[in-house]
């Protein structure tokens, strides 16, 4: 058994009790108040927090306010843009061991694995970003149509920076869902407030820290901790923020979405998922065994985009599910801190608990429970879970679980297993495993998601965008429509 050591770097922050980055400051809640921060793989108490007032937020906003319009950054050159992002990056590489036991102790996930998984991908996020830092184009335009009788013209389009960006992430994966706001916006020039998950601020407050570290000026990135009903209310809310970025639940998606068109604020949402994985008859069937089950077990099923809907070509359906509950069956369950742990714990009792009604809900219907199907503690774990027997229709093929629960219907040709793959509210991504090539290109246009994957699962790279169709949100983070979300186009027109 390999226990990381925690760095004495990693027990001095938690023991310090960070506190937020407004400005220049770091600060208190204005009024004092603090939450707890709790570690779930054994539910005490990490840390508290502080827990950002209204005020606290509308500081922060004019922080950021006044950094985009009116301080040295709002003058910064692309080159010095693209350095400082690299700058960032550097940082966060040599402090990635910190930020990994940072991400494990306060999430639960495994530290292993959020050191070359989380932070690298978040490093590697950014020095992509870096780069488009000096490639943001506008274009030139010939005049199209006799504007006025013997007048000449000249037009151009500029793309410039959106200004305020209030970004607002889920707990699953605090800081890569952090440096997808993050990157972007500082690449075009774009100031930031950031309100990480109530339950996981700790690896964005570190990241401030970098920021600062780095050498951005002061307000141009904020990170304020509290509740996503105060904190994140007040930044969704305020008039000086030009543009919304979330990360999170497809419910209050909505509400924020709302909100933001009601002031015409510029909002990209990240939602839920329910994503499926369709296993063809011809597949090499251990690799898609093996796919499948990291597609819904990775970081405990809470992940936006796993494959939590298996549908299986149905003369291998029982192997299938047999050889995915076998993998199931042997994953160690313990603390991320254990190097040779498979699977760590929930966020949160909550999650626990919600996904526990899931199952039970399952088995109260008469579903069979393949494997798993059991919880324990002191921490917020749930056994990794297989669920057969089950209809299209059930509440647990349709609706988003967020946890470490398979359920898997068989399907009997092509037709068939598009047409229940494409029955979700959801469509953020899914995965095909076949050999067939032609079958496989038949599909991916008819698949109705942001990504699709083929004999792989939840594969992101930086260059590629990554969004959801329908419920899954509107806009897409990483790749070049990313720096498209972070800037506006303003058409000039000169008469010469
Ligand atoms: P959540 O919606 O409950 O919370 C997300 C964030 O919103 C948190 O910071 C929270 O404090 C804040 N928030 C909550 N209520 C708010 C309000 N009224 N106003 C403003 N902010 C508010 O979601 P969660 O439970 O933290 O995360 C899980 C969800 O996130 C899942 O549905 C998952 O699929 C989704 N997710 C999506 C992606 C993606 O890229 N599409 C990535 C990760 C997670």
Redesign the pocket.
Known sequence: MAIATLLPATTAFIQRAPRMLIGAEWVEAGDGQTMPLRNPATGEQLCVVPRATVDDVDRAVLAARQAFDDSPWSRTRPRERQNLLWKLADLMQRDAELLAQLECLNNGKSAAVAQVMDVQLAIDFLRYMAGWATKIEGSSVEVSVPLMPDQQFHSFIRREAVGVVGA??????PLL?AC?KLGPALATGCTVVL?????TPLTALKLAELVQEAGYPDGVFNVVT????T???A??HNPRVDKLT????????K??GK?AMDSMTRVT?????KSPTIVMADADLGSAAAGAASAIFFNQG?????GSRLYVQRKHFDKVVADIAGIANAMKLGSGLDASVDMGPL?SAR?QERVWRYIEMGRESGATIACGGEQFGPGYFVKPTVIVDVDQQHSLVQE?I?GPVLVAIPFDDEADALRMANDSPYG?GASIWSNDLAAVHRMIPRIKSGSVWVNCHSALDPALP???YKM??VGR?MGYAAIEHYTELKSVLIKL
């Open positions: 607002i992430v889920a707990w699953n994966f869902l997808w309100k990480p998950a109530d339950e509290g509740t996503g009903i904190a994140g209310a930044l969704t979330f990360t999170g639940s497809t419910a209050v998606g509400e924020i909100i949402l990240e939602l839920g998922g809470q992940v936006c985009c796993a966020i999650q988003e967020f953020l990554f969004g959801g899954s949100g983070e």
